[in-house]
């Protein structure tokens, strides 16, 4: 089963190669574990593996940003996120 670690290191180089940029944020506990900047959008990713979960700071996190949180196990939901916000329809193979 991959790390978190590593499913987050992969996916940043990942949207980088995209043209986005992800950001670390380690402000509170909680708190989405990249800010993605993509011209004029943002959103919020958390990674998880395969089997994590959202805990209660994490959902508390995503209401109060009030903006996309995603949570993506994999470098292909990271990407997916991207394409969500640029407005591309992404289909998973």
């Given at each position: 089963?991959?790390?978190?670690?590593?499913?987050?290191a992969e996916?940043?180089?990942?949207?980088?190669?995209?043209?986005?940029?992800?950001?670390k944020l380690?402000?509170?506990?909680?708190?989405?574990?990249?800010?993605?900047?993509?011209?004029?959008?943002?959103?919020?990713?958390?990674?998880?593996?395969?089997?994590?979960?959202?805990?209660?700071?994490?959902?508390?996190?995503?209401?109060?940003?009030?903006?996309?949180?995603?949570?993506?196990?994999?470098?292909?939901?990271?990407?997916?996120a991207l394409?969500?916000?640029?407005?591309?329809?992404?289909?998973?193979?």
């Open positions: 089963m991959p790390r978190e670690a590593n499913i987050e996916s940043v180089k990942a949207l980088a190669a995209k043209g986005a940029i992800a950001m380690t402000c509170a506990r909680g708190v989405p574990d990249r800010i993605v900047l993509d011209g004029d959008r943002y959103f919020f990713i958390e990674f998880k593996t395969p089997t994590g979960r959202a805990s209660a700071a994490q959902r508390y996190w995503q209401d109060q940003l009030r903006a996309n949180v995603y949570f993506a196990v994999s470098v292909e939901q990271a990407i997916a394409e969500s916000e640029r407005g591309i329809k992404y289909y998973h193979a």
